[in-house]
């Protein structure tokens, strides 16, 4: 398996420190906010890539933090009149709803910054005295000229970065590029005790105790959003490996931006939509499809034309899921493969194999539908020929087109939540068929009608009547 390392620029063949285990960091969201669409990309993606791994056999430990204190809660709560708890309190909620929705499974940890605190206050310390850290009026700054590879995830030295920078003619930071590791408290804002006063904590610092505290000193992966490699991503790096004397993580790897006309989504820039506002215009399965649809490195355009085609896509291997579960209750003739039958099982494993070989190559998700999209063309073809098939050739095309979407989350809708749907559309089909059998054709139509608001269409053909979502 070869993933693109953002640090040496290359696809690199993965070898975890600690054999057939791997351990991956990926930084959360700031809950002041329901996620938006370009957050949901990270999320998304790197759910992905953690189901891979388990589907090659690596046990994989995964952390995503929630950033609980920051400026931006700050605001929010002092604009509300709420305490900042409340405020993270409720958008950590409303994460883990969009998060369930978009079929994304919970992270092994899933901690808060706030959590954390001692350990930070710990390592702030250690820095200050190795001499990378010093405090000025109740304020730590990373010394950045104390690190030498300072800019190595960026590809740019630390000279050329304090020639770009802006200078603050009052600043109390020794360089410009300095970065802050505790902030001295300021009223209205939440503080924590420390050896340097009242204060809390500077973002980058949260992210490098969080990964110690459940990972170690060297992670296999760190990931996030392209727009995370620097400042944060370089200061994580830098505080890091000043701290503990080793790497920090062998591979960075960064989804790319998600824009509208081009530009990069973002709350600032007041150019987005949230996922919920999303999911209720076109499903929050169509939104996984959408983002799994690209190769995660590839800047993204969002339309609600190209959700519109993820969810006709989605539709099409709904529907060839339906059909074989209605032929395993309706159309099946035994229990033993023909001869012929059993041949066709054993060549679908080609579609394994690519998929396999595509999803090595930089877990290339577009690739990898493209295959699962050619399973199912050839199993549809051989089902729609085949007169009384048994119930293990049946079983087994299921099973292979399960086995690939599980690996991407795909079709988790029609796993996971309905089932309740299922048995209103059958208690409901039966209602109708019985109503026709008593010649009662107004019930009969009835019946069709409610179901067509359900948005459920149905067929009627020689082995009963079929249904599928409209």
Known sequence: ????????????????????????????????????????????????????????????????????????????????????????????????????????????FHPRATEHIGGMLEAIQTLIDKGCAYAVGGDVWFRTAAFKDYGKLSG??????????????????????????????????????????????????????????????????????????????????????????CKFANFWLHNGFLSIDNKKMSKSLGN????????????????????????YRNPLNYSGEILV???????????????????????????????????????????????????DDDFNTADGIAVIFELVREINAATAGASDPSKPFVEGCLAAIRELTDVLGLLYAQADGEADLDTKVETLIEARQQARANKNWAEADRIRDELKDMGIILEDTPQGVKWKRG
């Open 309 to 359: 085609q993820a969810k006709a896509g989605l539709e099409r291997l709904y529907t060839a899921v339906e059909n074989l579960e209605f032929l395993l209750k309706n159309g099946c003739r035994g229990e033993l493969c023909s001869p012929a039958e059993q041949e066709f099982l054993n060549g679908l494993s080609v579609y394994k194999d690519r998929f396999i070989e595509v999803m």
């Open 156 to 245: 740019q030295n630390l000279e050329d970065l304090q020639a770009g920078a802006r200078v603050d003619v009052n600043s109390v930071k020794e360089n410009p590029m300095d970065f802050a590791l505790w902030k001295s408290a300021k009223p209205g804002e939440p503080s924590w005790p420390s050896p340097w006063g009242e204060g809390r904590p500077g973002w980058h610092i949260e992210c490098t105790v969080m990964v110690n505290h459940y990972l170690g000193k060297t992670i296999d992966i760190h990931a996030g959003g392209q727009d995370l490699t620097f400042p944060h991503h370089e200061n994580e790096i830098a505080q890091s490996e000043a701290l503990n004397d």
């Open 272 to 295: 987005f939509f949230t996922v919920r506002d999303a999911a209720n215009a076109y499903g929050y399965d169509a939104i996984r499809m959408f983002m799994l649809m690209s190769h």
């Open 1 to 108: 398996m070869r993933l693109f390392n953002t640090e040496t620029g290359q696809k690199e063949e993965l070898v975890p420190v600690e054999p057939g285990k791997v351990k991956m960091y990926a930084c959360g969201p700031t809950v002041y906010d329901y996620i938006h669409v370009g957050n949901a990309r990270p999320v998304i993606v790197f759910d992905v890539l953690r189901r891979y791994m388990e589907f090659r056999g690596y046990d994989v430990t995964f952390v995503q933090n929630f950033t609980d204190v920051d400026d931006k809660i700050i605001d929010r709560a002092n604009r509300e009149g709420v305490p900042c708890e409340e405020i993270t309190e409720r958008f950590i909620k409303e994460y883990f709803t969009d998060a369930q929705g978009l079929g994304v499974q919970p992270a092994t």
